[in-house]
């Protein structure tokens, strides 16, 4: 197999052996990837080959190989890198530890490919950080199977009421929770849900969409928890209390 100077961005490198890398990447044709950059961390006159090779730079990547682990070949950037910083580069780090997590290898999302590249250039801009992750997790699901309808109740197939409470269900999605009297972690408001419906991951429904697509995707990531998480937690907490209220994941 070999592959010429694909679409891709760098989701994690590792040192390995005494001057190579290896590379977790998500390229536009063929899914999640493992490559070995050879000799990417050895020093000469010019800097280090792999210095390109940074997350959140958009990469021209060639590559080949038999093997689940594929050699990198040459490798370009065709776009200025994103310089994500505070809470911004905590949510980077989350999405790309969000692909590799769930992608499964060698398989092909160039829709969530795009999806991606427009989330970077958004955290690198001013919108919300909340707003632009709820926006990028939910199409997430989607492109992986697991999505869901916002403004239709998922068994009996009724339009939602704006009064109305709702549960998620793994196989139907949105319930009516005719028992729940009021918000909980597992009960939401059928008019924040219809406002996500409409675009709106904001304004007065940013707790509701956070709170629901944290426990759907919790269904799918297991018990481990994502590191990229605790980091912000234990290391963040300066720049969390300097830059507001926004937080990753």
């Known amino acids: 197999m070999r592959v010429a100077l694909q679409p891709a961005y760098i989701l994690h490198s590792r040192a390995y052996r005494d001057s190579s890398a290896l590379l977790e990447v998500f390229t536009a044709e063929h899914g999640r990837i493992s490559l070995v950059a050879r ?3 050895r020093k000469g006159r010019g800097g280090t080959p792999g210095a390109r090779l940074q997350p959140f730079t958009p990469l021209l990547l060639s590559f080949s190989g038999r093997s689940e682990l594929k050699a990198l070949g040459a490798s370009e950037t065709v776009g200025r890198p994103r310089v994500l910083h505070a809470q911004r580069l905590f949510s980077g780090m989350y999405l790309n530890e969000l692909l590799m997590r769930l992608l499964h290898r060698h398989d092909p999302h160039p829709r969530l490919f795009a999806c991606y590249d427009a989330t970077l250039d958004a955290l690198a801009g001013i919108e919300p950080v909340d707003d632009v992750l709820r926006q990028f997790e939910f199409n997430l699901l ?3 199977g697991y999505g869901f309808s916002l403004d239709l109740d ?8 704006p009064e109305c409470w709702y549960y998620y269900h793994p196989d139907w999605g949105l319930v009516r929770d005719d028992a729940a009297a009021g918000p909980s972690p597992r009960a939401f408001c059928g008019a924040d849900l219809l406002a996500m419906a409409a675009g709106g991951f904001g304004g007065p429904a940013r707790a509701t969409a956070k709170s629901l697509l944290r426990l759907v995707l919790s269904m799918h990531l297991g018990d481990s928890p994502l590191h990229s998480r605790e980091l912000f937690r234990s290391g963040g907490a300066a720049e969390r209390s300097a830059a507001g209220p926004e937080r990753a994941g």
């Not at 998922?154 to 009421?161: K, M, P, R, T």
């Open 142 to 144: 989607g492109e992986l």
């Open 39 to 41: 000799g990417a961390r």
């Open 154 to 161: 998922g068994l009996s197939g009724e339009a939602l009421c």
